[in-house]
């Protein structure tokens, strides 16, 4: 099992940045081999949309275009987080965004990743 809680959300001007955190627990004596984290969003009214993901094992990313040139997802071993560096943001980034995992291979939506956080509000006033 795999115990999500993000942080770092919070309300932010146009243009400017956030970083946000996922802080990942596992069960005793298991490591994160195979785990898949990704970040996705979800804005009043919307459905749930994937944002950027990371192979925990190879710290392989990939993030959707509409956030590629502003967004970058990395992760700390050390710490077991993972992370969502935002910049240039926009009013249209406003949304609950939640980190997810799964453990092997799967597409990029909701439904294949078993594991979430509560999420973290983030609000860009324009």
């Known amino acids: 099992q795999v115990q999500l809680v993000e942080s770092g959300g919070g309300l932010v001007q146009a243009g400017g940045s956030l970083r946000l955190s996922c802080a990942a627990s596992k069960r005793p004596g298991r490591t994160f081999t195979d785990c898949v984290m990704a970040w996705f969003r979800q804005a009043p009214g919307k459905e749930r949309e994937f944002v950027a993901v990371i192979n925990w094992n190879d710290g392989s990313t990939y993030h959707v275009d509409s956030v590629k040139d502003r967004f970058t997802i990395s992760r700390d071993n050390a710490k077991n987080t993972v992370y969502l560096q935002m910049n240039s943001l926009k009013p249209e980034d406003t949304a609950v965004y939640y980190c997810?995992?799964?453990?092997?291979?799967?597409?990029?939506?909701?439904?294949?990743?078993?594991?979430w956080g509560p999420g973290t509000q983030v609000t860009v006033s324009s």
């Open positions: 997810a995992a799964r453990y092997g291979n799967g597409p990029y939506v909701q439904d294949s990743f078993d594991y």
